[in-house]
């Protein structure tokens, strides 16, 4: 009699003769993960742990506008490598903020849905110098209303370190990024490779994609969520 005959696994159940996969329900049910980063959560979480993005919350309702104004360029539209230069920049600063509870456009924010109550980063050019490549109205922990990028002032420091196009988007994303990063309440970083760096390095910054980690991420949410409590 072979081991299988002598367990008998039915014998509970002689009559029916059920197996023992038929008497045990092996099913479990799927296990909750983060639809930002597919790490294990628990569904009582408001924000995920390990990337920051929001689990709970209708996103309509918490979200807030960032209008990201590129009128000042004056872009050739003929230019098809500007173009396609700035488009690469904005796709990775909306890539970015994935994670974070904004609506961010490149287009003038609706009245009727936002009002006055958005964010407004002015991408432009000027014939005055200055020392920054982009500042920002900054309140810690707290949304504020304004920045400005210089997109002159990037393209003379991408020439002068000899930057290739790949890297001078890398260098306008991350320089768009800080600044919006400031907005919504976010201070400097220590850490030179962080988008939130003072003083951005395009020997650093031009060599990668802007991103923020999970803390980051989270104090921004917050501010949007307090932000948005007192709208």
Request: hydrophobic share 40%.
């Amino acid at each position: 009699m072979s081991l299988y005959d002598r367990l008998n696994l039915t014998k509970t159940n002689r009559k029916l003769k059920i197996s023992i996969w038929e008497r045990i329900n092996l099913t479990r049910p799927p296990k909750p993960r983060c639809q930002g980063c597919r790490s294990p959560i628990q569904t009582n979480w408001r924000v995920c742990p390990f990337c920051g993005w929001l689990i709970a919350g209708k996103n309509s309702e918490i979200r807030h506008c960032v209008w990201v104004n590129l009128s000042g360029m004056n872009i050739d539209t003929q230019d098809d490598m500007m173009l396609e230069i700035i488009a690469d920049s904005l796709a990775q600063v909306f890539s970015a903020f994935r994670s974070v509870n904004l609506f961010l456009t490149s287009d003038p924010p609706d009245e009727k849905q936002w009002g006055q109550n958005f964010t407004h980063v002015y991408v432009f050019v000027d014939q005055q110098p200055v020392d920054y490549l982009g500042i920002a109205s900054f309140s810690r922990g707290k949304v504020t209303d304004r920045a400005a990028v210089r997109i002159d002032q990037i393209l003379n420091a991408s020439y002068r370190a000899s930057l290739n196009i790949s890297q001078l988007s890398n260098l306008i994303a991350n320089t768009i990024t800080h600044e919006i990063g400031h907005t919504l309440g976010l201070d400097h970083s220590q850490l030179s490779t962080d988008v939130m760096h003072d003083g951005l390095d395009h020997r650093v910054h031009s060599l990668m994609p802007p991103s923020f980690h999970a803390e980051q991420i989270i104090l921004m949410n917050n501010a949007i969520r307090k932000h948005t409590s007192l709208a």
